[in-house]
């Protein structure tokens, strides 16, 4: 199906409006704490410092939800690449994206492309997403976060919002299995297929991610230069 700009409000509304509920529902100093920590984060210049468009991706082997190996270099032979960083099962946020690609998954496959989602959690979390979501891609498990660390987009949370955490029991060093508190900030990628990055979006600010229709005109544009 194709996108629509009623599609893309519902896609926007679904953000905000879990913004909206979280912010009037949450307990006492949560949603501050949150906000705090993402204009802190925007202020570090970590995004500045990310990798970028026109360089080279860092190549990789990642193990899917079913523990097969998947390789950068296997899917860029099919066609350009298009990869999404997210947080985990356990973002709202996250699930509302994953959902909205899910939605152009059929247009990304026939313009060329494959989509593919990585997070930090392991398989069984994987599965679940998958299986929730009722999504047709890959989910990749970047262990400790190693490969979001190559792209510059992985960052530690500050101590007085990991309390927050703990309180909604997203224990991130018992879900990521390597004891850290760490997390990817949400990113989209298109990578051509000579492993340059076409297009990038990161977003310190994890309640707001790129509309799924970004991602045509970059493919077009990939497609034309194949062509001429």
Not at 26 to 48: D, T
Not at 75 to 92: D, E, H, N, Q, S
Not at 135 to 142: A, E, R
Request: aromatic fraction near 10%.
């Amino acid at each position: 199906m194709n996108i629509t700009n009623i599609g893309l409000e519902l896609f926007r509304g679904s953000l905000d409006a879990f913004k909206e509920v979280f912010k009037q529902q949450a307990p006492e100093g949560a949603f501050e704490a949150f906000a705090r920590s993402s204009k802190e984060l925007a202020a570090s210049g970590q995004v500045e410092r990310s990798i970028k468009v026109g360089e080279k991706v860092p190549y990789f082997t990642l193990p899917d939800s079913e523990g097969n190996d998947v390789a950068l270099e296997g899917l860029l032979a099919k066609g350009p690449v298009i990869l999404t960083f997210y947080r985990g099962v356990w973002c709202p946020y996250c699930n509302i994206e994953l959902q909205a690609l899910e939605e152009v998954a059929a247009e990304i496959k026939a313009r060329g492309a494959t989509l593919v989602a990585i997070s930090m959690q392991g398989p069984a979390e994987s599965r679940k997403s998958q299986r929730d979501n009722k999504l047709s891609f890959p989910i990749l498990t970047d262990q400790s976060g190693k490969l979001a660390e190559k792209f510059g987009i992985r960052w530690t949370l500050q101590p007085y919002v990991i309390e927050f955490h703990k309180v909604f029991k997203v224990e991130l060093p018992t879900i990521h299995r390597d004891g850290a508190w760490n997390l990817p900030m949400p990113a989209r990628y298109v990578i051509d297929t000579d492993g340059t990055i076409a297009y990038a979006e990161v977003n310190p600010d994890y309640t707001r991610r790129p509309e799924p229709s970004d991602l045509f005109p970059v493919l077009e544009k990939l497609s034309q230069s194949t062509t001429a």
